[in-house]
């Protein structure tokens, strides 16, 4: 899967483009649990399975549509009502564009099992390997700074 | 009330999805097959812990795996460098050792993992900022100026 910093870039790229009527601010209110949705279905597995391995088996599932929807259905009930459904929905966007930036990536081995625990069909599209997404990385960053000053030069005119 | 039922369904919910990854798996673990060779002779192996060239030969090279036993794989090795983490899917002998079926190096895979750690330190940055917990209520809450 493609790193984070690519990730959150691509989710806060999309993201933007619907904020362009809705004007919220960047970081901060619920908006924020957008950004933790980016991150989520990493988070909960890499780190676990990278440093104990024999974990994989356990935790993977965390990595699946299913599993991050109880998940987020889980944590936000740690949240205040007043925010608690917009924070659901928020870590659900987030973590699902995660899913679907996974889903380009090209991989030896299946990763993204979206109708887990129904099947364990593979969806991957195949279009890039993940140190192709590092390679990019430069880009991201420069189409990331050119769409921001964008919205900046249209919200003042 | 309703908020214990959800966070009731939700622990019930991840219980069951863990219980049945880890007994309805599709995938075969490597260990598996050295517990067990006669029965995973010719099969597809997929899993392996953390997977790793630990020596290159003339026709394959050794595997390593973190918290595993070292394997001789039988692959192409060209592109291969030793110290390189791997995606391999391969064919399993009863003789203990393996056929690569597909192979590629995970290029970059330290600095993929590094970089990652950018973005989890700002959003833990963001929550620390954005939020308070509410200790009577045991909920977090945004601050006032969020």
């Known amino acids: 899967m493609p790193d984070l910093i690519t990730h959150s870039i691509f989710n806060h790229i999309v993201r933007r483009f619907y904020d362009i009527k809705k004007n919220h601010s960047p970081f901060s209110g619920v908006i924020i649990f957008f950004y933790l949705g980016t991150i989520l279905p990493d988070i909960l597995t890499r780190p676990v399975y990278i440093i104990f391995p024999e974990t994989h088996d356990y935790i993977i599932f965390l990595h699946t549509p299913a599993a991050i929807f109880f998940f987020s259905l889980l944590l936000v009930q740690f949240l205040n009502d007043n925010i608690r459904k917009a924070a659901f929905i928020n870590i659900i966007a987030g973590s699902y564009l995660h899913f679907i930036l996974d889903a380009l990536q090209k991989q030896v081995t299946g990763n993204n099992f979206w109708l887990f625990p129904v099947s364990w069909h593979n969806f991957g599209y195949g279009l890039f390997w993940a140190s192709q997404y590092l390679s990019f990385l430069p880009v991201s960053i420069f189409i990331l700074i050119v769409l921001e000053l964008f919205l900046r030069f249209i919200k003042r005119i | ?146």
């Not at chain 2, 895979?109 to 045991?138: A, E, G, T």
Request: with cysteine; hydrophobic share 45%; net charge positive.
């Open chain 2, 1 to 146: 009330m309703k908020r214990f039922l959800y966070i009731f369904i939700s622990i019930i919910a991840l219980t069951g999805l863990a219980i049945y990854n880890y007994n309805a798996h599709p995938w075969i673990d490597v260990a598996q097959c050295m517990n067990d060779p006669e029965n995973y002779d010719g099969k597809i192996v997929e899993k392996f812990r953390e997977p790793m060239i630990g020596r290159l030969l003339n026709d394959g090279f050794i595997l390593k795996q973190k918290h595993g036993p070292s394997i001789r794989v039988y692959a192409d090795t060209s592109g291969l460098k030793t110290g390189e983490y791997l995606g391999l899917t391969a064919r399993f002998h009863k003789e203990g050792y393996l056929e690569a079926v597909k192979i590629k190096v995970s290029k970059y895979r330290r600095y993929k993992i590094w970089l990652s750690v950018i973005p989890v330190f700002f959003v833990l940055f963001l929550l620390i900022f954005n939020l308070k917990f509410n200790w009577k209520k045991f909920y977090f809450e945004l601050k006032n100026n969020a």
